[in-house]
């Protein structure tokens, strides 16, 4: 809940500095001069990636979590077995166990969105944020049905 909390707070606070951005670059614009209407066009577009941005990881999360949910009700949500430092910190020893398995059950059922979530977890338990998301993209996917080209 906290993560849903910060994630909120974080989206509301960029859709505040998208506007006040737009704002500077309708004032640009409205200035009539040349060069103030390029650059007015200029900040015009930076909310406008800023927003689409947002929203594709927006709507990732809310697809993550969705399967998250099937598969906790399924009861096949990857049960967290990582060893930890006394810190709290995963160990990497352990991560590396985990990820082994994971990656071998993903071997062996290639289109089972179901692995390739457990796989996502595993990747980023060990640290491996670019391939977890790719694994989760993965997932959602071949979860919707949708084609998957293998690499």
Do not use: C
């Not at 909120?8 to 209407?37: D, K, N």
């Not at 179901?114 to 060990?126: E, Q, T």
């Amino acid at each position: 809940m906290r993560a849903k909390i910060s994630y909120v707070i974080t989206a509301a606070v960029l859709v505040f500095y998208f506007a006040l951005v737009g704002s500077r670059g309708v004032m640009l614009i409205e200035t009539g001069t040349p060069i103030t209407v390029v650059f007015g066009v200029a900040v015009l577009v930076l909310p406008v990636i800023g927003l689409w941005f947002l929203w594709k990881n927006t709507q990732f999360v809310r697809r993550a979590n969705q399967l998250a949910a099937e598969l906790d009700a399924e009861g096949g949500l990857p049960v967290d077995e990582l060893r930890r430092t006394p810190s709290g910190r995963v160990d990497r020893d352990s991560a590396d166990e985990v990820f082994a398995r994971r990656k071998a059950e993903t071997e062996d059922a290639p289109d089972d969105w179901r692995s390739w979530f457990r796989l996502a977890v595993a990747y980023h338990d060990a640290r491996d944020t670019p391939r977890a998301r790719k694994a989760m993209q993965r997932a959602i996917a071949l979860h919707d049905g949708k084609r998957v080209e293998t690499a």
